[in-house]
């Protein structure tokens, strides 16, 4: 059965203290691996799309990458305003149009 | 560019009553389109999503369904709310894979 874990659940950091986020995957022929940050309330802020393993995206001080069983959240230097859920998503196997959304994991960036 | 909406943005219903939440897509045609459901706390639960007019997939069985009347127009529906019904629901739309969301419904079911 298709699955996606992200990890750690939750994570607090320190200002400009870098850590990565994971989120591993159990799909057969991966289409691409979808990362979202979600305010409190709101829905879901697309980021980036990967889709090969070596693959790499760059936004401000995110940075996503990809293997063949998992994918990082590296968040380099981060301030507050990163506070969120991040969310990793794939399509699941042999089936077009759908995503299957890992259960996020909960950032908090302190002063 | 495409934008996306739904209302209401909140809403609290007694058990019983009927719901009706809408959603509509601008600067696009023939989407996909998506309702999920976010429990507190948890994950996006897919409940219903469309690839045309009239066509509607189920994902979960339960009390809600969901229609498709117009190519960006996107509706749920239940006759009967459930306490359980309670929830964060979010539409969205996407033309591949990638998926693009609303700001979402408070749902309180009292």
């Known amino acids: 059965e298709d699955q996606v874990t992200q990890s750690p659940e939750a994570l607090r950091l320190q200002e400009g203290e870098s850590s990565s986020l994971n989120c591993s995957y159990t799909?057969?022929?991966?289409?691409?691996l979808f990362w979202y940050r979600q305010d409190p309330g709101k829905g879901p802020e697309f980021l980036f799309t990967?889709?090969?393993a070596g693959e790499e995206k760059e936004k401000e001080r995110l940075k996503a990458t990809l293997t063949k069983k998992e994918s990082f959240l590296h968040i380099t230097a981060p301030k507050p305003e990163d506070s969120a859920t991040y969310l990793c998503?794939?399509?699941?196997?042999?089936?077009?149009?759908?995503?299957?959304f890992g259960t996020g994991t909960r950032l908090q960036v302190t002063l | 560019s495409q934008t996306i909406h739904q209302w209401p943005a909140t809403l609290v219903q007694p058990v019983g009553s009927p719901l009706s939440l809408e959603c509509t897509v601008e600067g696009t045609s023939n989407p996909n389109l998506y309702w999920y459901r976010q429990a507190a706390g948890r994950g996006l639960q897919l409940l219903f999503y469309?690839?045309?007019?009239?066509?509607i997939s189920s994902e979960v069985p339960q009390n809600l369904s969901a229609s498709r009347p117009q190519d960006r127009q996107f509706i749920l529906s239940s006759k009967k709310l459930l306490l359980s019904d309670s929830g964060f629901y979010l539409c969205?739309?996407?033309?591949?894979?990638?998926?693009?969301f609303g700001p979402g419904t408070r749902l309180t079911v009292t």
């Open positions: 799909v057969s022929g991966l289409r691409g």
């Open positions: 969205a739309w996407g033309a591949t894979y990638e998926q693009y």
């Open positions: 998503a794939v399509p699941p196997t042999g089936t077009a149009s759908k995503l299957t």
């Open positions: 990967l889709y090969s």
């Open positions: 469309s690839v045309g007019i009239g066509q």
